[in-house]
Each structure stands twice: as C-alpha cells, then as structure tokens.
C-alpha cells in the first residue's frame, strides 16, 4: 500500500468516527514505514481538518 493510500485510509477512519478501526491503521502505517509525524500531520490531522470545517459550517 503506497503513502497516499494510507493517509486516505486515516483520514477516512477520523471523518468516520472508526475509534476500533483508528488504532490497527495507525500501527500499520508505522509497520510500512512511516513515520508519527507522517502519521499525525499527512493523514491524521486532515481528517481533523476535514471535521472542523464541517463543524464551523454546521
């Protein structure tokens, strides 16, 4: 699985609330090679993006 696959998959686990889901993915990323910063900042945190807007439009 490339980077960019997992970032989606991250992303996706945070917009879609997956907090079973959140933690397996997290420990895959980390497995392949990436890296916590990676993690939080590429895949992670735009899902916290994507939330907030969500939030601030509601």
Request: aromatic share 6%; hydrophobic share 45%.
């Amino acid at each position: 699985m490339g980077k960019q696959e997992m970032y989606d998959k991250l992303r996706d686990a945070i917009v879609n609330q997956d907090i079973n889901g959140i933690g397996p993915l997290v420990q895959e990323a980390l497995d392949a090679g990436l890296t916590p910063f990676e993690i939080i900042n590429d895949g992670l945190s735009v899902g916290m993006k994507i939330i907030g807007d969500k939030f601030e439009a509601a």
